[in-house]
């Protein structure tokens, strides 16, 4: 499959990050994208495989549309993919959501699982979870294959991988690309990628830095260190050799670079034609001789200017100033008022009044969306179910019978949640970690007297808080995984019970896991909560302060007044 990029932008929220990128991937290559961490690459993997959308530009795979299932992508951190209960059914869900006829399907997962060397009798029943880092590598991109697509996107595909595992990986993707499979690979492993790539990619603040053969990297390293990365030690070690007049050509790859100079018996050098400084270097500084790796002055190779300033806006930065005993004080005050509210219009009141609040901290919508989204089916359900009578129903659905004094009790309740994970949201985005933390330790402290270790109280309750975001983002990333093995759910149906299920399990592990690491992290550093510690965010109180609280309370018996009278 053949994909050409031209001129794409893209932006998450209203950050730039990828800018005026034009690319022709031809059908049958492998393609290595590289740059330094931050440069984009992830991003623009995912809108080559269709994941996301450009902001503006186009990408046209074969000349049009990306065709259905002829798409894979593997991601970074292959645990975050797998969700099924065996290898046989992590495999067999994509091929069901392409529509693959149930009778082909296990043959094309015994082959499937066969290209990447793990036997299906071997691994066909085993559970995904319990298989090594680089079994669990290999059975995604199994999965990725299985549907035989034209175009294979891989992040990240040897990282964390024992050099015996990512040969084995190399030597795998170099027998898809023989069978004639288009692949994109992301990486920072140059070393291994750059040899057998037909065309390099570098990428630097978003923008293509370099795009053409890999053979041009070898002979002008400017290529790599421009764009902040160091060149593979072959290429590093070709031109020391090359400069002591020890080579006569560039190697291409390590191999070329050791088969070279095992065919000329090598002479000791005099001691002056020895390089001067050690040949290791670090991105952007060159030692010694190595100094002609680093970009000149007026180089040709031009690239744009990055990401634009992302300085936070005046009302984000005040909200983030405002003392957070402030917050929490509105917090307790608002989930109070909110929970004494039984009636629909103090309610709607709150609603607007939260609203408006959310909007003048410039939380961004898509944030927002994200965020509720999860909770909305949720409410919903509960809502119906609350709804439902038995005994003295208003209106009958065959069998089943509403109330409608059940369902507006049932809407009210969902609101009134509604308004408080509302509230949570507001108050966790609007205040990082340490400020959280101090403003409730300063709130919890009169109980210290009492003998209660409210630095245990406040560790749970920040580290709780802290949570929330970190497993919606482990969420969202399991929910592209299940997009890219060609989910035919959109929107909402991407919540249904059957969608959940999926998401479940693997959503626990990830938790659970999280859990031990944050409770091994809190543990080795030596944590204890009877010892004072020093405060890592100092609380001071302004008049911003004082007017923040006089609208809270302001607000509060408003609110209060209102629902008494209604
Ligand atoms: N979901 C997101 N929301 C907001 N910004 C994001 C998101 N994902 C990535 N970014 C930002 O976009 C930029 C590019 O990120 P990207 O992950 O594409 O880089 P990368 O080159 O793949 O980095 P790495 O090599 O570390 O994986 C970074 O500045 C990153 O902070």
Redesign the pocket.
Known sequence: MRIQADQVFFR??K?P?LTDISLDIREGTLTVLC?V????????LRLLSGLAQPASGTIAFDGGQPPAGKVSMVF?QPETQLFAGSVHKELEYGLAERGVPGPQRLELIRSALARVGLPYDEFGRRSPFLLSGGEKRRLCIAAAIASAPGLLVLD?PTAGLDPQAAEALLEMLRGLRRSGLTLVV?T?ELDSFLPMADKVIV?SQ?AVYYDGPALALSADPLLLTGAGLAPPAYIRLGHSLRECGLLAELPDSLDSLLAELEKQPVAAPAAELLPAAPVEQSPGRSPGRSNRLQPAEGDAVSHSSG?VDTETAPAQKLWQRLDPRVKWLGMVLGTLVVLGMDALLPLLLAAGLIAGLMLSARIPWRRTVRFFRPFLLMFLFLWLLSSLSWSSPDYTLGPVGVSAAGMARGGLNVLRFLLLIALGFLFTETTTGAPLREGLEWGIAPLRKLGVRTRNWSLAVSVTLQFVPWILGKLAQLQLALDSRGRKARGLARYSPRQAALLIVPLLILVIGMGDELATAVESRGYDPAKERTPSYRLSWQNRDTLALLFILLAAALLWTVSRFS
């Open positions: 998450y929220d950050l990050v740059g961490t931050g440069s984009g690459k992830s991003t623009l970074q990240e992301g920072h990428m978003g990401p």
